[in-house]
């Protein structure tokens, strides 16, 4: 069977903006190609390659060579049909929302082919998103009325191209309630998989860790309000993360309490830093299923979340806590689990044993070949 994935880019390439959809796609795709699967993915690449496809790690990947300017997206949808046009796939994949959802679905229209597409956030199935970020991005009126010719027409594709799948896949409840609100389609929920980690020699666990970019809706000045009311002067606390000029006042302030900033972590390093912690903190004003969350609990690290518990995961399976919004709940649970080393511990070990059960299982990845097949 070939199979082939369009995605905005690699998460092997040096150029590429590391994301959540990025890492899931290179896990599936990964699992797949483990299968009977001739798997083919195709991407843009800011590096000016002269290779155009490359085999890496049993993934036939095809770069097509990305530049700059506002209508680049419009120039690389023919160059992605050419692309299919010479692979000839049994089935395609899109996850996200891109215009690579219209460029898969009138493929797979247009050759009687299964086309399968996984939504990545709670709002994916939204009609008109890049128009509504456009308003309420802070620019001034006469950069926006600019703007709004070009994100309508990119939209416009977005519009038709979530339309074409034979199957939505959705990562959880919420996402599947929204495609049959705005889509009036069925989704089917599959979680997402990650590959197994191979086992580390064991490290000794004595760090909190907060990781994501420091980014507005990720609150990173809630963790810094978080470590200075800790009662744990021997637990090394860690913001790690992208962050730009405008953190600087938070760096600062981070650096004065103690905390270790090694900034952004290579993708090849994340599990590195979760192997190292007793626990996982986010203070997002909300997450989907969120791949640092995955990540920590198949390290064997629970999640303290402030408002995010999906599916109610964290509290039914006691493998982390939701404070429902409230940071001084937050902060209680953080210090007390720290004081009882053999509560977290049991945590720690459910937490693993979930994640591994949830997102490690092969069952995912028949799932996923059923839709391929079509027969779901």
Known sequence: MKIAVLAQFFLGDETAPVNGSLVQLYNLSK???????????????????????????????????????????????????????????????????????????????????????????????????????????PKSLLKKAVLYPLKAWEDHYINRGMRLPDYIVNQNTIQKEQTSKLLKREGLVLNSYYLASSETDEVVKNQV???????????????????????????????????????????????????????????????????????????????????????????????LSLNSNPNNWLTEYNIGFCADGDLKRLIAQMNRLLKNKEELKQMADDAKSFAKHQFSNDTIIDDYLKLFNGDA
């Open 31 to 137: 699992a797949l190609s483990m299968k009977d699967v001739e798997l083919h993915y195709i991407c843009a690449t800011k590096r000016q390659k002269n290779i155009e496809i490359e085999i890496i790690e049993g993934i036939h990947v095809h770069w097509i060579i990305m530049k700059e300017g506002i209508f680049e997206w419009k120039r690389l949808m023919p160059l992605y049909q050419n692309q299919l046009k010479n692979i000839q796939p049994d089935a395609l994949y899109v996850r996200g929302r891109n215009v690579l959802q219209y460029v898969a679905g009138t493929y797979a229209r247009k050759h009687d082919k299964i086309f399968v597409w996984g939504t990545n956030g709670d709002d994916s199935a939204e009609s008109w998103k890049n128009v509504k970020r456009l308003k309420q991005a």
């Open 209 to 303: 860790l907060w990781m994501a970019r420091w980014s507005k809706e990720k609150q990173p000045e809630l963790y810094l309000e978080m470590v200075s009311k800790s009662e744990h002067s021997d637990i090394e606390f860690v913001m790690a993360g992208g962050y730009s000029d405008h953190d600087n006042a938070l760096v600062d302030r981070a650096n004065n309490l103690g905390i270790k900033v090694p900034g952004k972590i290579d993708y090849g390093n994340v599990n590195h830093y979760f192997a190292k912690s007793l626990l996982f903190v986010n203070t997002s004003y909300r997450e989907g299923v969120s791949n640092t969350f995955i990540e920590a609990m198949l390290q064997g690290v629970p999640v």
